[in-house]
């Protein structure tokens, strides 16, 4: 007796741990739960943190324009000893204006400069809009993958959701077959107690109750596991994250009797991330056409100098080399090309092509993706809709044959087996229900996605 109350005592209190141990929980409605995925989750900030970067980077392009003013000044001591002749300086000899002489004189001259310089880039035929242009189509790039981003993790979130009720209702078939095999138990333990059954039987009916409590466990593990993902990405507890049962009620009843009404004009998310690639790489086209035009110069410099050796040719003292005895001002307008980018050009922009094209071909590969999963989604539902509706006739069935197994071996006209057969039996068909149940919600789901209509099937929550 002491043994029968001890397993009692142990089956409920598992039952009410699984089954009932978050009900002091207020219960997320979906919409809430995905506001807070929004704000919250990690992956979507730093794709938004991206969106930032690239229109801080398009900012900079616009500066491209700016005219550039050099400000320099130097002073210098070394000797001034010069032939005629011209040569290349290469960026490597000093500058050394006089000192003609027919001899070496190693004494030290002073002298300094001071120029300010400016230069402008006035006109390049199209390169600055090109560049405005293509920073603007990287902006958008990175702003539709922030979109794509955001509704995978949407997605995400509402078949989690689903998950969560699908769970919660196998987690009450579990419980409820952990209570028809404890009724057997107790049925066993009265008839052997009665010598009308063997011992063994009571044992057959533990080793049921133990398996039926480690699917329990199992299930609960598994509930855990989509509670701790989906609090990560919410910036909740865990324990907060409990599915409103009520609105899977409200949800099943809906889709029977007010079928979605789904709008097949609205752009996928991935599409258009696709679609602004593809105009991002003509725009690069159109960037490297523009890049190898002549490009229109406007300059002028300021500069002033001093130094130690007169104008006769002969040398003062350091301290003369210092301060401004000359000025100078220069203005011109330029132009330059380079005949040769002619080839450059030619070959860059068959480069590009060939990446437009293949931009273009990706774009076109996930319109038909699209198109595709439309059409799966479609025949996915209707199979959904016609195993729905032959499931509860198993259901219904399972449930009559239990029943009787169990009255038939209650009466000691049938072996402990039979009843086993049937309760798993009934534990499948009820499974089979909640699992036919949530693969039509799944199926409705996988279609609005599809067809970029999410907003459709949350109303179906309200």
């Avoid at 400016?118 to 993958?145: I, K, P």
């Avoid at 419980?175 to 059954?197: D, H, M, P, W, Y």
């Avoid at 110069?297 to 100098?305: I, K, N």
Wanted: net charge positive.
């Amino acid at each position: 007796m002491f043994q029968k109350l001890v397993l009692m005592g142990h089956v409920l209190l598992c039952c009410s741990f699984f089954s009932y141990g978050q009900e002091s929980h207020v219960p997320i409605k979906l919409n809430q739960l995905l506001s807070s995925v929004t704000q919250h989750a990690p992956s979507l900030r730093t794709d938004y943190v991206r969106t930032q970067v690239q229109q801080a980077r398009a900012a900079e392009v616009k500066n491209n324009r700016l005219p550039s003013l050099q400000l320099s000044y130097q002073a210098d001591v070394g000797s001034n000893n010069n032939v005629p002749g011209p040569y290349f300086g290469f960026g490597l000899v000093p500058t050394n204006n006089g000192g003609i002489r027919a001899d070496n004189n190693y004494q030290a001259v002073s002298s300094n400069l001071g120029i300010a310089a400016f230069q402008w880039e006035v006109y390049n035929f199209g390169q600055f809009n090109a560049q405005d242009q293509l920073a603007q189509a990287e902006v958008t790039v990175e702003n539709r993958r922030f979109e794509q981003s955001k509704y995978d993790l949407q997605s995400f979130t509402i078949y989690s959701y689903l998950q969560l009720l699908k769970l919660h209702d196998l987690i009450g078939i579990q419980s409820r077959s952990i209570a028809r095999n404890q009724e057997i138990r107790q049925s066993i333990f009265a008839l052997v107690k009665s010598g009308i059954r063997a011992g063994v039987d009571t044992s057959m009916a533990d080793a049921e109750i133990s398996r039926s409590q480690l699917g329990l466990i199992e299930l609960d593990n598994q509930q855990q596991q989509l509670q701790i993902q989906l609090a990560t990405l919410a910036g909740m507890s865990p324990a907060q994250i409990v599915a409103d049962t009520t609105a899977e009620k409200i949800l099943f009843e809906q889709v029977k009797n007010a079928p979605i009404e789904l709008d097949g004009g609205r752009q996928h998310p991935m599409v258009a991330y696709y679609n602004a690639l593809f105009d991002k790489t003509k725009m690069e086209e159109k960037l490297i056409a523009n890049s190898y035009r002549p490009k229109l110069f406007l300059s002028g410099a300021v500069w002033g100098r001093a130094s130690s050796v007169h104008s006769d040719n002969s040398y003062g003292s350091l301290a003369d080399g210092f301060g401004l005895q000359r000025g100078n001002y220069l203005v011109g307008l330029g132009i330059n090309y380079n005949l040769f980018d002619l080839r450059r050009k030619k070959v860059k922009l068959n480069t590009q092509r060939l990446m437009v094209d293949e931009a273009g071909q990706k774009l076109q590969e996930q319109q038909a993706n699209i198109a595709m999963n439309i059409t799966q989604s479609a025949t996915e539902v209707a199979t959904a809709e016609r195993r729905l509706k032959e499931i509860p006739r198993q259901t219904k069935a399972a449930n009559a044959a239990y029943r009787q197994k169990f009255s038939l071996y209650k009466n000691g006209l049938i072996d402990i087996v039979e009843v086993n057969v049937a309760q798993n039996m009934l534990n499948q068909a009820e499974r089979d229900y909640i699992t036919a149940k949530y693969n039509y919600y799944l199926a409705l789901f996988h279609q609005v996605v599809a067809q970029n209509n999410v907003d459709g099937f949350l109303q179906l929550f309200n």
